[in-house]
């Protein structure tokens, strides 16, 4: 299944593409996608892996581009 999230405070597209490639190393993770320009990231997972994948993600995040933020949409 794909998920929509909003992503703020991405400062440039390299950093999208290091995070997207960071990210795309969870397992369970199917394809990712982060738009720079639109503040916005997809996933494709398993629903039942959704939630355990959220948190990983989370913890990326915060590691890679602390001062990022997302919210499903």
């Known amino acids: 299944m794909k998920y929509h999230f909003e992503i703020k405070g991405?400062?440039?597209?390299?950093?999208a593409a290091e995070l997207?490639?960071?990210?795309g190393k969870?397992?369970?993770i199917?394809?990712?996608?982060i738009n720079f320009m639109t503040?916005?990231?997809?996933?494709?997972?398993?629903?039942?892996d959704k939630s355990e994948?959220?948190?990983?993600?989370?913890?990326v995040i915060r590691k890679e581009e602390p001062d990022c933020?997302?919210?499903e949409i």
């Open 10 to 15: 991405l400062d440039c597209a390299n950093c």
């Open 20 to 23: 997207e490639r960071a990210i």
């Open 26 to 28: 969870i397992a369970g």
């Open 30 to 33: 199917k394809e990712i996608n």
């Open 39 to 48: 503040e916005k990231l997809s996933i494709e997972c398993e629903e039942d």
């Open 53 to 59: 994948i959220l948190e990983k993600m989370k913890k």
């Open 69 to 71: 933020t997302i919210k």
